[in-house]
């Protein structure tokens, strides 16, 4: 297995020869990035105050074609004021996949709810519909249209679809099976900006929706989120939350509520705007980049890039590689990847492995099993994939 992965890196390796190690996901800067921020720079805005956080915020509400997008400092942030505004309370339970990163569960457990772990689909790396169905089915009762739990008997309040490396959940089924239930649905879509399902973009199906502007992800602020909604009264709610929940007035302090600092500043904001500009040119050499890999990949037994579902277009924001763990063992394979200048990285451990989720309800989770051994991500930046 050794010559075969070796190999593979070699041509990896050759998709961008003039660089030492190839991380796996670096961001690009060759736009406004610099004019925007300096601006910022010159006129001292570089704070909770400027315009290029109200701009950067229509600029995304266009591009995804939602009602209303409101900054914030980080996705994980943008989760837990979309949980709270979306109507999660403490000790509800809120479910979502074990197989997604750490913030999706810790935006549950901020909102003092408890999450509530369930299986993948193969198809799409997401939620599995049919599965939640079943199993809701099994432990679910319903009582004054609310979804309650039979075994801890709380309320399960809303489902968290995550779009994982940029592959859609199969939302229309899923929509389906919340609404039977009477289940919210507050969509993750922190790694899917530029992902559709159906035409339609990820983050417009939940009645709120977070995204991630973390330095890794497509594009960035450096650190930053965003809450989308077409809810006009949810987003002015999540707006006021995010900004101390201070009443407007000239000079006084009055706060109605305990808010939050999370604005985004005016300065990652205006790296933000750079940004979006650019971002079909991202989508674009993000899906060369799926050809490349192909062309590389094809040859090797045991070795399948993952592609996006039927009903989708995908971001492709990781690239990722589905490994036969009985042909190849994983942990060796990331070390031949990473010693040969190939970052690669397992996906994320389960959530219900981790300590802080260990006493957590949890459906049969065995595709997340099956799979957590078997997903490499490798070197996905954009220029990697340009023409
Ligand atoms: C990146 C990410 C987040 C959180 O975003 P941060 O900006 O890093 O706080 C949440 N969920 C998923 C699935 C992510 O990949």
Not at 119 to 133: A, E, F
Not at 196 to 224: E, L, P, Q, R, W
Request: glycine content about 6%; some cysteine; proline content about 5%.
């Amino acid at each position: 297995m050794n010559t075969e992965w070796i190999e593979i890196a070699r041509k990896i390796k050759n998709l961008y020869p003039s660089k030492g190690f190839l991380p796996l996901h670096e961001p690009t800067f060759v736009g406004n990035e610099l004019k925007y921020i300096s601006e910022c720079l010159e006129t001292g805005w570089v704070s909770s105050v400027g315009k290029y956080v109200d701009k950067f915020e229509s600029m995304l509400a266009e591009y995804i074609g939602v009602k209303r997008v409101v900054a914030v400092v980080n996705g994980t942030a943008a989760l837990h004021i979309a949980l709270k505004v979306a109507g999660v309370q403490p000790n509800d339970e809120v479910i979502i996949p074990s197989l997604t990163f750490v913030a999706t569960g810790n935006a549950v457990s901020y909102c003092g709810a408890v999450p509530h772990f369930v299986d993948i689909s193969q198809k799409t790396l997401g939620i599995d519909p049919t599965k939640l169905d079943q199993y809701l089915r099994e432990i679910s009762t319903q009582k004054n249209k609310q979804c309650i739990n039979k075994f801890s008997g709380k309320i399960i309040r809303a489902v968290v679809p995550m779009h994982t490396f940029g592959h859609p959940v199969d939302m229309d089924h899923l929509l389906e099976v919340c609404s039977k239930y009477n289940i919210i649905v507050v969509e993750d879509a922190a790694e899917s900006l530029g992902s559709y399902y159906k035409g339609k973009h990820t983050g417009t199906f939940g009645k709120v929706s977070a995204m991630s502007f973390n330095g890794n992800k497509i594009i960035t602020t450096g650190g930053g989120g965003a809450i989308l909604t077409n809810d006009v009264h949810l987003a002015e709610y999540a707006k006021h939350l995010t900004t101390t929940a201070k009443i407007n007035h000239a000079w006084k302090y009055e706060h109605n509520e305990v808010g939050y600092n999370y604005r985004m500043p005016n300065i990652n904001a205006a790296l933000g705007c750079a940004q979006i500009e650019r971002i079909n040119d991202y989508l674009v050499s993000k899906n060369n980049l799926v050809s490349l890999y192909k062309d590389i990949l094809y040859k090797y037994k045991g070795i399948e890039l993952f592609l996006e579902p039927p009903f989708a277009k995908s971001n492709y924001w990781l690239q990722t590689l589905i490994v036969d763990d009985r042909v190849y063992d994983i942990e060796k394979v990331l070390s031949i990847l990473n010693n040969q200048g190939v970052m690669a990285r397992p996906i994320w451990t389960p959530l219900h492995e981790l300590v802080p989720f260990s006493g957590s309800p949890k459906s049969d989770l065995s595709e997340t099993e099956k799979f957590k051994m078997k997903i490499i991500n490798v070197p996905s930046s954009p220029y990697l994939g340009e023409k």
